[in-house]
Nanobody, 117 residues
C-alpha cells in the first residue's frame, strides 16, 4: 500500500516562494502519475499540477508560469516549487498518486499553505 507524506507548507507573504515535498513509501508501480491538488475553504479540491512517469506534465491555468512540479524517481519524491504566490493560492495542498485513470488514487494528509496579502 502506498503512503504519501507532504511537507514544506507554511505562511508566506504575497510574492514569496515555497517548496512542497511529497515522499512516497510502499510499492510504487513503474507507470504512474503523481501530482498536487489543493482545496481552499468552501471550495472543491482542484488539481494544481501533475507529472507522469512518461514525463507528461500538466498545470492548472491559474499556476502556469509560477509553479513548477518535479520528481526524483529514485527517492520516490515529488516537489512543487511555488513562486510569485498570491493570497488566492492559500489552501491545503495534497499529494496524489494513481496508477491509471479510473483507479483509486492515494492521498497524503495535506499541508497548509497560507499566503498573506
Amino acid at each position: 500500500q502506498v503512503q504519501l507524506v507532504e511537507s514544506g507548507g507554511g505562511l508566506v507573504q504575497a510574492g514569496g516562494s515555497l517548496r512542497l515535498s511529497c515522499a512516497a513509501s510502499g510499492y510504487i508501480f513503474r507507470i504512474n502519475t503523481m501530482g498536487w491538488y489543493r482545496q481552499a475553504p468552501g471550495k472543491e479540491r482542484e488539481r494544481v499540477a501533475d507529472i507522469s512517469t512518461a514525463g507528461t506534465i500538466r498545470y492548472a491555468d491559474s499556476v502556469k508560469g509560477r509553479f513548477t512540479i518535479s520528481k526524483d524517481a529514485d527517492k520516490k519524491e515529488i516537489y512543487l516549487h511555488m513562486s510569485s504566490l498570491k493570497p488566492e493560492d492559500t489552501a491545503v495542498y495534497y499529494c496524489n498518486y494513481y496508477v491509471s485513470p479510473g483507479t483509486t488514487p492515494t492521498w497524503g494528509q495535506g499541508t497548509q499553505v497560507t499566503v498573506s496579502a
